[in-house]
C-alpha cells in the first residue's frame, strides 16, 4: 500500500499547477500497489471540494481508500513531533505530515509525495517516491 500525500493530490485536482502531470503519471503508475489517504490528507485536500461527496467522488476516480489511524500512529507521530521540538521546530502542534509519515512507518507502507524532507528526517526508514526517485 502507498499513503499518498495532500501535495499528490492537491496537483492532481488543480488543473493550474506545474506538478499535475507527475502527480497524474505517479498515481497511475503506483496504483496496483494500492493507494490509500487518511483523515489528515483528507482534511488538507478539502477545502478543494465543494462537498463530503463531491471529494469522495474524486477520490474514487484515482482509486484511493481510506486508512484510518491508528493509536499506535498517533503516538509515533508524537514522538517525531517531540523530535521536532527538540530540533528547535516552530510549530506547536502536531502536524499532518508527522500522523502520515508515523501512519506509514507503522503499517510498512511507503509515501507517494513531493515533499520529502521532514519525511527523510523524522521517519528514515518510510521509503518514499519522489520526482527524485
Known sequence: MILVDSCVLIDVFDADTEWQQWSLDALQAH?????????????????SFESLQTMQRALDLVH???????????????????????????????????????QAQTQGWAILTRDKTRYKTYFPSVKLITPET
Open 31 to 47: 496504483h496496483a500497489q494500492g493507494l490509500a489517504v487518511n483523515a489528515l490528507i483528507c482534511a488538507e485536500i478539502a477545502p
Open 64 to 102: 484511493l481508500v481510506y486508512a484510518p489511524l491508528s493509536q499506535a500512529t498517533a503516538f509515533l507521530a508524537a514522538q517525531a513531533f517531540t523530535l521536532y521540538r527538540q530540533n528547535k521546530g516552530s510549530k506547536s502542534t502536531t502536524l499532518p505530515d508527522f500522523f502520515i509519515g508515523a
